[in-house]
């Protein structure tokens, strides 16, 4: 399937910016970030749609919606330099993985927006790796979209009332 998906793009000559492709029971959802004009994502759209497989295919771009993506940094930071960098890793709410006698490697999961910035700001220590995945994302649900939120007293739950 993810052949002819990207067989769609090389025909036409779309550069896919990142993909990313999760598994869900019997269906695969697929988040692919393309760049281009409406027209282009339109075509991208339509033929997506003709193929057999495909269920439904949408556009994010333009909806409110959570996205994310992970990144992998390995730096080059001598004992010494360590406290710099956890202090950093704590504002960004980051994890070390893995730690060596000269290198920490870093977990690093949010927006492209803060992405960016993490590697900004960890670039001066060194940068021996680094390794990003694609763009994920899911549309957000409207409020009240997903559960009627009730209001009761107290007294609807005698069990919390104090004796």
Not at 44 to 55: A, G, S
Not at 104 to 129: H, S
Request: glycine share 6%; proline share 3%; charged share 30%.
């Amino acid at each position: 399937m993810i052949n002819r998906i990207a067989g769609v793009f090389a025909r036409r000559g779309y550069n896919i910016e990142s993909l990313a492709v999760g598994l869900n029971k019997d269906k695969a959802l697929f988040t692919i970030v393309v760049s281009g004009t409406d027209m282009v994502l339109n075509q991208v759209i339509e033929q997506l749609n003709k193929l057999v497989n495909v269920h439904s295919v949408e556009d994010l771009s333009k909806e409110p919606q959570v996205e994310r993506e992970l990144m992998l940094i390995k730096l080059n930071v001598e004992p010494d330099q360590r406290p710099e960098v956890m202090v950093l890793v704590d504002i960004f709410r980051a994890k070390v993985v893995d730690i060596s006698e000269k290198t920490l490697t870093i977990e690093v999961a949010g927006d492209p927006g803060k992405i960016a910035a993490v590697q900004r700001n960890l670039r001066k220590f060194g940068i021996k790796e680094i390794c990003r995945t694609g763009k994920i994302a899911l549309r957000r649900e409207k409020i009240g979209a997903t559960a009627r939120f009730w209001r009761f007293s107290a007294a609807s739950y005698p069990d919390l009332i104090e004796a």
